[in-house]
C-alpha cells in the first residue's frame, strides 16, 4: 500500500474510532413515579426507583404504589422504554386525571424527551392521554376498564440524541475525507511531473546524423 493511501486510511479510521456521544440512556438513574388522583395537583402515592436490569416495582408488594392496585402489576423502566402491565379485573376509577406521572428522567448531558411512541392493548388509551416534558411523562387512564383481560402500556421513549449527528465525528470525517482528495490529487500531480519529464528527455536526445554500419538504435535504448 502507497504511503498516501495509508495516511488516508490511518485518518478515516481515527475519525471513527473517536467515541461517539453517549447514547441515551435511563439505566443507573433515579426515577420519581407518582400516582396522581383526582387531579394532577393531588399526590395519591409515590415512590422512587433505580432503574436496573429488571423489573422496578411488583404489586402486591411493599412498594407505596401498591396501595392503589387491586390486581398484580408490574412497572418496568428500560433504557428508553417505560412499561406497565396489570392483570385483569379491575379498571381505572373516573376522575380528571387518575395515572402515573414519571418524573427526573435524565438520559444524560443536553439530553431531553422530543417525543414518544405508544404501544398499548388498554381500549381507550390513546397518545392524546399521554403528556411529556423534557425529562417527564405521565398518562391518564381514568375510567378506563380491564375487567375481562390484563393489559400492557409500552411507551418508547424518543430523544433529541436520535436527531442530531454528533458533529465533532462529522467534521472528523469530513477532514479525513478532504485529506483522501488532497492525497490523490497531489500523486496525480506526480505522476503527470514524471510524464512531463520522460517526454522531455526523448525530445532532447539528438538523432544519428546518418547510417554507420546498420540501422541505428532507437534513441532509448542508448
Known amino acids: 500500500m502507497r504511503p498516501s493511501s495509508r495516511a488516508t486510511f490511518a485518518a478515516i479510521a481515527f475519525a471513527l474510532a473517536l467515541p461517539a456521544a453517549a447514547a441515551p440512556s435511563l439505566i443507573g438513574d433515579n426515577v420519581t413515579i407518582n ?3 383526582p387531579d394532577t395537583s393531588t399526590l395519591f402515592a409515590t415512590t422512587t426507583v433505580t432503574v436496573g436490569a429488571g423489573v422496578e416495582v411488583t404489586c402486591p408488594g411493599p ?15 428500560g433504557a428508553t422504554s417505560i412499561v406497565v402491565t396489570e392483570a ?7 376522575a380528571a386525571f387518575n395515572g ?7 438520559f444524560g448531558p443536553g439530553i431531553f424527551l422530543t417525543g414518544f411512541s405508544l404501544s398499548t392493548d388498554l381500549a381507550g388509551l390513546t397518545a392524546s392521554r399521554i403528556s411529556f416534558t423534557g425529562h417527564s411523562i405521565s398518562f391518564n387512564a381514568e375510567d378506563l376498564s380491564f375487567r375481562t383481560a390484563p393489559y400492557t402500556i409500552r411507551i418508547d421513549l424518543i430523544t433529541n440524541e436520535l436527531e442530531v449527528p454528533e458533529p465533532s465525528t462529522l467534521a472528523l470525517l469530513g477532514l479525513a475525507l478532504a485529506a483522501a482528495v488532497f492525497m490523490r490529487r497531489r500523486r496525480g500531480n506526480r505522476s503527470s ?12 536526445v539528438p538523432r544519428p546524423s546518418g547510417r554507420i554500419g546498420g540501422n541505428p538504435k532507437p534513441p532509448l535504448d542508448t
Open 35 to 37: 400516582w396522581l388522583f
Open 63 to 77: 412498594n407505596p404504589l401498591c396501595a392503589g392496585f387491586a390486581v398484580p402489576t408490574t412497572i418496568d423502566i
Open 88 to 94: 385483569a379485573g379491575s379498571a381505572w376509577t373516573p
Open 100 to 106: 402515573l406521572d414519571f418524573t427526573s428522567l435524565d
Open 193 to 204: 511531473i514524471r510524464a512531463q519529464s520522460v517526454m522531455s528527455t526523448f525530445r532532447t
